[in-house]
């Protein structure tokens, strides 16, 4: 390793001093501004697990559904999945190190994971259409350049493409071509296959309209547009021509504030879906003819796909093992229609799709959605394996029609990360197979009424979790508490956690009415200010 020369270049991508950044579940997110040396260090660490792995790795800049002065970082392994703990530590120390210890940060991770620097290395980068991405992505590729690693810049993409094109190019083109228009191929190919005889046996088209928060998503769904076929009309709003990115607009937006995005205008029973700003969420909405607005969020997604797969799956005579894998944040009636109405297993992860993702690769077939809309669906290896077999060989006619069915469903999948693009496209596959409106997707189970809150604190780590962040350790009393306030109100359920990334407690409560569960929820957040060292006014009433 030359470190003077990576003495050289660091010192022209100088640490702001004092400055300490967490990787969490998404990588590193901070204002734009204090990412330069973060940016070159990971280009550093990228080229380490890349000669590690023998593999290429990805570097993706983007702040997701952070606002558009922010930025952010993101390293994806050799499969496409998220950066394995053990380097998201490694990753930790690299930025935080002052500029005199970088040599013996790098040194002291090469040791630790046995890293032969004579081994090549190749690295995968993408941007987002934040006005600081693309000096940031230089950054990157000085970082892998002056470690000699090779790389290529895919430019603009999706957070999803770059994790698509990482596994193409370690599968050698199993997965797909690493190219944008191989995932744009891959996925209308499947997407027409799924629906090519129920669309020949019905009238018009499939309208939807499209929030893409005025970010990427918008670009390169414009691009895929040649590639729908006819039938499918995809209108775009907040394509990044007018407004700022993630402002008043994007999948976040529209779940928290329950409400449409600015810039969109909506028909009674009219679909439409929001993305967020790196397009790897999604979530749809729409209004009735009363004007109430209805959200179908992640677990009415996870709800949508898993009954369609587990018909599949009964028809093509399958016994694969299937599970649905939700967060603590899952609406209670979801779990309870998944668990009571389709009879299929429900398990519980941490917050975080990396936790997700690790508990549905249990399963032959795991489906799981955050309720904020990121998600996808893991195939197991043997599961695809015997799904492709019986679309080929299954001599029952029934039987490989329903398994050529799942073969599709698997290729129209982005099983690397949530996918935006790919999980829309599936969602509108499923409607029309199923023959569904929007509004009777929606009726499968009515959401119980549900508040979140947080509450500022002056030490997060004071609350300790248990049973997949359901309970709360520490501090004493305050899990006896929250039992005693959800006693109170009726189908009731309430939990606290920390931030990942700040000093506040994340509240969530969820009862028969939503004045109960704005109550409920209003209690246990004064129970976490009186209990867990609350900074500042004590919480107000929530007023709906």
């Given at each position: 390793m030359d470190f003077e020369a990576v003495t050289k270049y660091s010192k022209l991508h100088a640490k702001p001093p004092g400055l300490s950044l967490q990787y969490g579940t998404a990588g590193f997110r901070t204002k734009a501004e204090n990412l330069d040396h973060t940016m070159f260090r990971m280009g550093l660490l990228a080229v380490l697990r890349s000669k590690q792995t023998k593999s290429t790795i990805g570097v993706m800049v983007t702040a997701s559904h952070n606002p558009e002065e922010d930025n952010g970082v993101k390293l994806i392994d050799p499969l496409g999945e998220m950066l394995a703990a053990a380097w998201e530590e490694h990753a930790t120390r690299l930025a935080n190190a002052e500029e005199e210890e970088l040599q013996r940060v790098l040194t002291d991770i090469c040791r630790k994971e046995a890293v032969d620097l004579l081994g090549n290395a190749f690295v995968v980068i993408g941007r987002d259409t934040r006005p600081s991405s693309k000096k940031l992505s230089q950054s990157v590729t000085d970082g892998v350049s002056v470690l000699g690693g090779?790389?290529?810049?895919?430019?603009l993409v999706t957070t999803p493409q770059l994790h698509y094109m990482v596994c193409c190019r370690n599968t050698h083109g199993n997965y797909g071509i690493a190219t944008v228009e191989g995932y744009y191929e891959k996925l209308s190919n499947a997407f027409v296959e799924l629906t090519k005889q129920a669309m020949s046996q019905r009238d018009g088209h499939i309208s939807l309209k499209v929030d893409c928060a005025n970010g990427i998503g918008a670009l390169k769904l414009k691009e895929m547009g040649r590639y729908f076929p006819a039938c499918l009309m995809v209108h775009i709003d907040n394509d990044g021509t007018k407004g700022k990115l993630n402002h008043l607009c994007g999948a976040d937006f529209v779940k928290v504030h329950q409400k449409p995005p600015v810039g969109l205008e909506m028909k009674p029973?009219?679909?439409?879906?929001?993305?967020?700003?790196?397009?790897d969420r999604i979530v749809y909405y729409y209004t009735d003819v009363a004007g109430h607005f209805h959200l179908l969020d992640g677990d009415k997604i996870a709800t949508l796909i898993s009954t369609f797969l587990k018909e599949l799956l009964v028809k093509a005579g399958q016994t694969l093992t299937f599970a649905v894998v939700q967060t603590a944040y899952a609406n209670g009636s979801s779990t309870c229609y998944l668990e009571e109405t389709m009879k299929v297993p429900v398990h519980c992860a941490k917050t975080g799709v990396k936790h997700l993702h690790h508990k549905a690769q249990e399963f032959d077939i795991g489906v799981y959605f955050e309720a904020n809309g990121h998600g996808t669906v893991l195939f197991s290896k043997a599961a695809e394996q015997k799904i492709r077999y019986q679309a080929k060989e299954e001599k029952d006619n029934r039987k490989r029609e329903a398994a050529k069915m799942l073969e599709n469903t698997i290729d129209l999948i982005n099983q690397t990360v949530g996918d935006?693009?790919?999980?829309m496209l599936l969602i509108e596959a499923i409607l029309v197979l199923k023959n569904l409106t929007v509004a009777q997707w929606d009726s499968m189970y009515t959401d119980l009424p549900n508040r979140q809150l947080k509450v500022?604190?002056?030490?997060?780590?004071?609350?300790?979790t248990t049973d997949a962040e359901r309970r709360a350790v520490t501090p004493p009393g305050l899990q006896e508490k929250i039992d005693d306030l959800v006693n109170k109100f009726q189908l009731a359920r309430a939990f606290v956690r920390p931030s990942g990334t700040e000093d506040v407690v994340r509240v969530y409560a969820?009862?028969?009415t939503q004045e109960n569960a704005d109550n409920l929820a209003h209690e246990v957040s004064l129970a976490v200010y009186h209990l867990a060292g609350g900074v500042g006014e004590p919480p107000k009433a929530v007023t709906s």
């Open positions: 090779q790389y290529h810049d895919y430019g029973g009219e679909r439409c879906c929001s993305f967020d700003g790196d397009a935006a693009i790919s999980d500022k604190v002056a030490d997060r780590r004071v609350i300790d969820e009862a028969d």
